[in-house]
């Protein structure tokens, strides 16, 4: 069972920046594909980025593209969502999910791990 956690959630003002960390907590991620949702409240789960196993491949949301950028590090067993010109409707409980698929995919039916989430708040 891959269990994933989340880190480098806060409260950032308006135009910064944060970097998001997913790693598993007992075994590895560097095997899976990775994706990166948000929820925002009231709102459904939505696709962020991802990344294939191999790290060469990514996609992301039209909302986040030139401002996020995902990678992994497969020395250290990470990968990372950096965030940058952060705005309020980036406020969302993030979420990195897994599983073995060798499409990019933003869906999250196509994932079957998931982290409990980390918040990240946009405010001034």
């Known amino acids: 069972q891959l269990e994933l956690v989340e880190s480098g959630g806060g409260l950032v003002q308006p135009g910064g920046s944060l970097i998001l960390s997913c790693e598993a907590s007992?075994?590895?991620?560097?095997?899976?594909?990775i994706g990166w949702f948000r929820q925002a409240p009231g709102k459904e789960r939505e696709g962020v980025a991802c990344i294939s196993s191999f790290g060469r491949d990514s996609d992301y949301a039209d909302s986040v593209k030139g401002r996020f950028t995902i990678s992994r590090d497969k020395a250290n067993e990470r990968v990372y969502l950096q965030m940058n010109s952060l705005q309020p409707e980036d406020t969302a409980v993030y979420y990195c999910?897994?599983?073995?698929?060798?499409?990019?995919?933003?869906?999250?039916?196509?994932?079957?791990?998931w982290g409990q989430g980390t918040q990240v708040t946009v405010s001034s």
């Open positions: 007992r075994l590895s991620v560097n095997d899976y594909a």
């Open positions: 999910a897994a599983d073995f698929i060798e499409r990019l995919e933003l869906s999250t039916d196509a994932y079957e791990y």
